[in-house]
């Protein structure tokens, strides 16, 4: 059974998706009803909600469609991982009033598209370190080129627990393991960071992708970080450019095949329950 610590719903009735415009693939309404058609025969049991990047305005409205969501009867729901801007002086005002939200599970800020100067300014970081032993976490959306910059973060953070989305975002159509593998071995030595498994199959040559195009960076991941360490995301519905929900399924439970029942029970859901105590 799946924990899927990563799922993306559009509702362009309710908020507004800017960056969604130069995406036309998923310019469309993705609901929580189509979701559960598919996770219910995959064997997903429990979701959080990841932020989707809605405009500043509407973060808090974001929350409140994910708090009706978890409210529905027998809803797998199980919380919100927000969206948030660190670089404002206003964070720690909104930091309070997130904090009072028990939906609300964790933050992130969207690095990958961002400049890098984003998240190495002092007031990024320091708001960033608020965070501490809060039990809230802070989901790193981060190109492979940018997680020594991550690391910097980590390490300004210590006692903030960190989430590696999308295995660091390698460039898997273009084979980049390296400096990637290099990059990931550097992060995972820091032990407030989880690293997680999550859709990668959208970065995969969309057209002509297989198992072992995606296995070194699965793998190599999970070797990395370790067994307690690592927890696994659909990134649906941005998974549905490498071949849709049902295909990454697929794919973890192949890739997974020979690992032990215990350690396929932690990627999957213990971990994640672990880490946000659900």
């Known amino acids: ?33 189509s979701y559960l058609h598919k996770a219910r025969r995959l064997g997903i049991t429990d ?23 978890m409210a529905l009867p027998e ?8 969206a948030c801007r660190p670089e404002s002086r206003d964070f720690a005002a909104f930091l309070d009033e997130a904090r009072q939200n028990p939906v609300i599970r964790g933050f992130r800020r969207v690095l990958h598209t961002k400049p890098d100067e984003l998240s190495k300014s002092s007031t990024f970081r320091d708001n960033i370190k608020r965070l501490s032993v809060t039990g809230l976490t802070f989901d790193l959306c981060v190109l492979p ?4 910059i991550a690391a910097e973060l980590v390490d300004h953070c210590p006692d903030v627990h960190f989430v590696l ?47 072992d195009d995606i296995r070194p960076y699965f793998e190599l991941t999970a070797e990395a970080f370790g067994g307690d360490r690592i927890i696994w995301g659909s ?34 859901a213990d971990n994640a329950r672990a880490l946000w105590q659900l």
């Open 1 to 33: 059974m799946f924990f899927d610590t990563h799922l993306h719903l559009l509702y362009p009735d309710r908020l507004s998706y800017p960056w969604l415009a130069d995406v036309p693939a998923l310019n469309k309404p993705s609901t929580f009803d």
């Open 47 to 69: 979701c959080l909600h990841m932020e989707v990047d809605v405009t500043p305005a509407q973060i808090s409205l974001e929350t409140e469609l994910i708090t009706e969501l």
């Open 75 to 82: 809803s797998p729901m199980r919380g919100a991982i927000s």
């Open 145 to 148: 080129r940018q997680l020594s």
């Open 165 to 211: 989305d999308h295995c660091g975002i390698p460039d898997i159509a273009g084979g980049g393991l390296r400096p990637w593998r290099e990059d990931m071995s550097e992060l995972a030595r820091r032990p407030n960071v989880t690293a997680k498994i999550s859709g990668i199959i959208a970065y995969a040559d969309p057209e002509n992708w297989g198992l």
């Open 235 to 268: 990134d649906s519905p941005v998974c549905n450019l490498g071949g849709g929900l049902e295909t990454w399924v697929a794919a973890t439970h192949a890739l997974t095949a020979g690992w032990s029942a215990e350690a396929r029970a932690r990627l999957y």
